[in-house]
Structures are given as C-alpha cells and as structure tokens.
C-alpha cells in the first residue's frame, strides 16, 4: 500500500512556511501511465510503473534517461516548488534535475560516492559545482522538497535544509522544468523510485510588505528624526514599501549588498545614495530604476531594467492607463491623498484592480472611498534610462529652453507630497517642484531661475540630477556653482547652461544676471518696508518713525535718483544701518 501520508506530510509542511502559491500545479502519483511525461534523452523503457509507484531502472553501462513533464501538463511554470518521494537500491549515481530547459541546460542533484554533488550546466558545460557530504540509505523513504526560484535554489531532505545556492553561484537559469533522471557510468546497474510528485507554481516577487510591520515600524525612515515629530516607517514608508513590492515583483529580491529587499533595506540602500531621497523625505523614483540597472548587470541581464514614467490626468483616463499598462508590466504604483501603494492585477471580470496597501487592508481599489491622482509607471526596458530631473522650490519660476531659446514642452512639472499616516496632519514635500525630462536628446539646454525676491537659503535645495542612458547619476548642487565673492542680493537670475549627454559626462556651468541699478533700490526699499513693519508690530520703533520712514518708502519709489536721502535719514536717526 502506498504511503500517502509521507505525500500528505510533504505538502502541508512545506505549505504551512513558504509564501501562497497559484493555481498553477503538476502531480503524478502514478496511480495511471505515464502520458504527463515526455523523454529528453535515453530510453522510455528504463521507466516503469509497479505497484503504483515510478521505478528507474538502467541494466547497461554509461546510459542515461532524462524524463520531464509534458508541456501541456506544465503550464507554463517558471518558478516552482516540488515535493517527492525519494529512494534507492544499490549505491550507484542517483539524480534528479531542476530548471531543465533542455539536455544540455540544467541543475543536476546527484548522490555519489557519500556525496550530493550540485552542478550547474550550461550549453552541455558544468559551470559551476558543489558537494555536500551525503549518504543515502538504501531502500529508505526520503521526502524531497526543492523550491527554484529566480533568486536561489534550495533542497531540503526530510524537513532539513541541505543545499542553497549563494553568492558564488550565478542567477538561476529563468525557466525550466523540473525532471526525473537515471543513469550508469562504468557500473552497468542502477536503480531508483519515484512517488506522489507535487510541484506548486512559486512567485518570488508575489509579496505583501506593511510599513507598520514590527520588524521595522519603529525604525527611522530617511532623515525624518529631523523634520517630524513622528519620524518612523510605521508613518512614513509607504512610498520606500510600494517600490519595493515592485522590486520583488520584477524578480529582484537581493540589494547590491546581499541584504534582501524589504521596506527597511531599501530604505537603507536609498540613504546611503546621493540620488535616493528628494529633499525631506520624497523617495526618488529615478534611483529605483537605477537600482534596477545594477541588479539587472549583476544578474547578466536575465532581468530587466525598469524605466520610470510619471503620469497623471482625470481619474477616468489615469484607471484606462493603469489597465492598459498592466497588461504588459506586472505592477504599478498608484497615489491617491498623498498616500501610495502597489496595483498588482487588472481583474477582467470585475472590472477592478487588485492592490497591495502598505498600510491599509485593502485588497481591492474599489474598497477605496479615495480616487487616484497619478502614476509612477515602471516599464521593463533594456535600453534607454536616460533622464533630467531638477528640484526646486515652489516659489522659484523657471524657464527650461533648448540653445535656440525654444522653451521645452515636454518637461512634466510634479508636486509630490506624502502625509504621515498616523493622522498628525504632517506632510513632505508640498515646498517643492520636481521637473522630469525623459529620454533627452544629447543637446544644450538653458535652465533660467528667477531669484528675484527669495532667501540665499533656498541654493541649498536647488539640484539637479542628470543620468546618462544606463542611468550614471550626475548629481548638481546649483548653490555650489555659485562663486563665493558673488554678492547673492545682487542676483536677479540664474542661468545654468547645461551641455547634456546621454553617453558620457554632462557639463553644467552657471551665469548670473545681476540685478539693475534701480533694481536693487527697489529691493532695499522693499526689505526696509518690512523692517519697518515687523519693529514697528514689535514696539521697537515708534509710530512717528515707522510713519515717516514708509513716506519716505513711497516717495523714492517714484524718484529713485534720491535714494541717497534715504540713506541720510536712516543714518541721521540711527535706526537702521543698511
């Protein structure tokens, strides 16, 4: 009789700590033939089915048999997890095979000579090999689980890890079946059993991470200890948890580091970047998709980079857009009252999306009372990821043109704002304008800055980041163009040349245009007006001054030629020295 409950065993147990799975299955308990099953290689005849269970027996030397389940049967599956039963009658080599794409490319477990020997084959070559001490015990019930995945490979025997692939091995082979195998070298016999075979489709990006998770809510998110009164993930994060979600969901598990990807890791990684938080707090979209870029490099490209695109209009064309891209890209990021989370599936039937809510516990959009106001779009591309970004201050008018003086239409101007989602009524970003520029032709463009009437602090949260078309990040501070002897209330505007190239360096100068003569009379009357009046509120200056200096004000306004009276009267009552 058969032994169901080492089957039974095998896939609750392995159920019960691995993530959901789909619909997508494959089992054979050979209670029938084998018509699930097609040869790669060898002889259909070394398998036989006995007593309900797979015998695979070779009577010959230096013979092999490789059997894999039949396309129909497989559906499809590139990531997966099996469980079998797993025995052996003499102590000759024993295999099986994982991510078999065909003879000559795949993983081949075998046990020989006290050993588990792990290969690695390519175009018919062992790339790579391991071994593990192992002795199997003739005619013992093993229970097998092996889980293939994007990021790793791993075999447990009986419930114990004893094999994973690490950071010497390279990416796994996408895609591949999982197979059956038997063979002899010089020994002219072998023999092994198969049974209750249970393979369950595996998605390694399939994950739900919360921001308020225990593991990291309580942790600082970005610089937040300085700006808000409640600086955690648990309040912040929704934007760094989306974007990794979507990470994950493009098949990226692993940071550059090894750490693996979580709202709290990426975090990490997007503070140690020069490129990774805007201002306070606002996660950069763009050092995403350039994270994208180095992990899709170091995986030998078998996953591809993710362009971004920001995209918003009416709630009813930004739903069309959102349908149309999941169609071919497996998520997205939405916002909607400052808030972000991931749409992983368009739902055909209910004409609805799934979502993934860091915070919240929705499942559906539709359960949202909230419409969305935009999109970060994130299209797998394996070519062009060149970009302009410049961050300003709201109060800031820009002109952005080409050489020519043509003005740019094509720049998208975003103000992005986050709430903390704790109900303290605080927020980031509503002091800044964030400009994108996608895909820029190798040109020269002219950004023109009005500084007319702002503070010299507002320098310090004027950049620019320029990336190349594999996303090489050159990042400028307009403040530190500026020559120190530069008198900054002199300043009318700034004009920053940009000589830009999508191949290599950039080169970005800055030219100021000083303020007029006349123009920095009015400024110094306009300053002095509110000097007056705030010494004034304060009890710091009387009313017949205050009265007399904005007379004065108002007078010079019309005559700037006598200003220099001005500066008598400020001298004569030694209320103001400038």
Not at 197 to 220: M, T, Y
Not at 364 to 370: I, V
Request: glycine share 4%; net charge negative.
């Amino acid at each position: 009789m058969k032994n169901y409950f080492l089957g039974f065993f095998a896939f609750c147990y392995f159920f019960s700590t691995k993530p959901a799975f789909a619909q997508r299955t494959f089992s054979d308990d050979f209670s029938g033939n084998l018509d699930k099953w097609t040869l790669v290689n060898g002889l259909m005849s070394y398998w036989q089915i006995t007593n309900q269970a797979l015998y695979a027996k070779i009577s010959q030397s230096s013979k092999l048999s490789t059997i894999v389940p039949k396309d129909e049967d497989w559906q499809g599956m590139d990531e997966y997890e099996v469980d079998f039963i797993f025995k052996v009658f003499d102590n000759t080599d024993k295999n099986f095979v994982i991510g078999m794409r065909d003879a000559a490319n795949f993983y081949d477990f075998h046990f020989y000579n006290s050993q588990l020997i792990v290969e690695d084959i390519r175009n018919g070559f062992s790339l790579h090999r391991a071994g593990i001490p192992f002795v199997l015990e003739l005619n013992r019930n093993y229970l097998m689980h092996l889980l293939y995945s994007k990021e790793k490979i791993e075999l447990f025997i009986d419930g114990v890890k004893i094999f994973t692939t690490d950071q010497f091995w390279s990416p796994p082979i996408y895609g591949g079946k999982f197979g059956l195998k038997i063979s002899t070298g010089s020994v002219s016999h072998s023999q092994a059993y198969f049974d209750q075979i249970e393979v369950r489709e595996f998605k390694s990006g399939d994950v739900l991470f919360k921001q308020n998770d225990p593991s990291w809510a309580n942790h600082i998110y970005d610089h937040a200890n300085l700006w808000s009164e409640n600086p955690t993930m648990s309040n912040w994060a929704c934007a760094v948890s989306s974007a990794a979600m979507l990470l994950r969901a493009h098949g990226y598990q692993f940071l550059p580091d090894g750490e693996e990807i979580n709202p709290w890791s990426l975090n990490l990684w997007l503070m140690g970047q020069s490129d990774g938080y805007i201002a306070d707090g606002l996660v950069n979209w763009l050092a995403i998709s350039r994270l994208s870029k180095i992990l899709s490099d170091e995986s030998g490209n078998l996953f591809p980079k993710l362009e971004f695109n920001y995209f918003k209009e009416e709630s009813s064309e930004l739903l069309v857009k959102l349908r149309d891209s999941l169609i071919e890209d497996r998520v997205q990021i939405a916002a909607t009252n400052k808030h972000f989370f991931l749409i992983s599936d368009y739902l055909t039937e209910q004409h609805d999306f799934s979502i993934k809510d860091p915070l919240f516990e929705y499942g559906l959009l539709s359960e949202r009372t909230d419409e969305i106001e935009s999109l970060r779009l994130f299209t797998p591309s394996f070519t062009d990821l060149s970009y302009l970004l410049f961050v300003l201050p709201k109060e800031v008018i820009f002109s952005l043109a080409d050489e020519s003086g043509l003005q740019l239409e094509q720049p998208q101007i975003i103000t992005e704002e986050i709430s903390g989602d704790v109900g303290d009524q605080e927020k980031i970003g509503e002091d800044y304008k964030l400009i994108y520029y996608p895909k820029p032709a190798s040109a020269k463009f002219n950004l023109l800055l009005n500084m007319a009437g702002l503070s010299e602090e507002l320098l310090d949260e004027m950049k620019i980041y320029l990336y190349d078309q594999n996303a090489s990040l050159q990042l400028v501070n307009i403040g530190d163009l500026l020559d120190e002897a530069s008198d900054f209330n002199k300043i009318d505007q700034l004009l920053v040349k940009i000589d830009y190239s999508r191949d290599s360096s950039s080169l970005v100068n800055l030219e100021v245009i000083e303020k007029t003569p006349d123009q920095q009379k009015i400024d110094a009357l306009n300053k002095l007006a509110d000097e007056s009046k705030q010494n004034f509120e304060a009890g710091e200056l009387s009313f017949y001054l205050f009265y007399q200096i904005n007379l004065l004000i108002d007078s010079l306004r019309e005559h700037l030629d006598y200003f220099f009276l001005l500066e008598k009267f400020l001298s004569f009552h030694s209320i103001f020295t400038g």
